[in-house]
T-cell receptor, first 113, second 118 residues
């Protein structure tokens, strides 16, 4: 199946821990993103990578660090997790060359206790 | 400061009737608008888009209307089906201005939950 896939789907952890969320796309897209949907249901962009290069970095605490080993993968590492980090995190991809619409993964629901 | 607003959190419609979902925006630099549909426990999926040079785009049962002077767009679903029940997100981008044309820096509204009753 061609898709954007992210793991894990659910992540429950305690404050202060470090965790990672992985994302892979097999659509051949050149740009990948992380979006956060908070408790108020807003979907907001966090980061964007084009061909492994960071092109968007919104106002996000530096505890959040994206890593793109290649253009098909964009992982999100979060250090020293806080209660306010609880949200659903969506990975997405598109292709600037073909102007394709944004394709989203199914989300990772992170709960920090 | 919400640049994209969906003022109706929910909408209930009878099967076969028209569903109209509304969206307002404040940033006059937005030049590309999209609607996404989201089922529970899934990611948003692209539904239909419209460029600011157009005022209407149609795809099957789905039509998006853009009124630039009012900074308003709407999604019409005719006829509505129970499978259309989902959360619909309006999104906007200034892809001609920022981030080298990428449409990925989308600004989303909070969504409208559509329920289509059989």
């Amino acid at each position: 199946d061609t898709a954007v896939s992210q793991t894990p789907k659910y992540l429950v952890t305690q404050m202060g821990n470090d965790k990672s969320i992985k994302c892979e796309q097999n659509l051949g897209h050149d740009t990948m993103y992380w979006y956060k949907q908070d408790s108020k249901k807003f979907l907001k962009i966090m980061f964007s990578y084009n061909n492994k290069e960071l092109i968007i970095n919104e106002t996000v605490p530096n505890r959040f660090s994206p890593k793109s080993p290649d253009k098909a993968h964009l992982n999100l590492h979060i250090n020293s997790l806080e209660l306010g980090d609880s949200a659903v995190y969506f990975c997405a991809s598109d292709d600037r060359r073909s102007n394709s619409p944004l394709h989203f993964g199914n989300g990772t629901r992170l709960t920090v206790t | 400061d919400q640049q994209v607003k969906q003022n109706s959190p929910s909408l209930s419609v009878q099967e076969g009737r028209i569903s109209i979902l509304n969206c307002d925006y404040t940033n006059s630099m937005f030049d590309y608008f999209l609607w996404y549909k989201k089922y529970p426990a899934e990611g948003p999926t692209f539904l239909i888009s419209i460029s600011s040079i157009k005022d209407k785009n149609e795809d099957g049962r789905f039509t998006v209307f853009l009124n630039k002077s009012a900074k308003h767009l709407s999604l019409h679903i005719v006829p509505s089906q129970p499978g259309d029940s989902a959360v619909y997100f309006c999104a906007a981008s200034d892809r001609g201005v920022s981030y080298g044309g990428s449409q990925g820096n989308l600004i989303f509204g909070k969504g409208t939950k559509l329920s289509v009753k059989p």
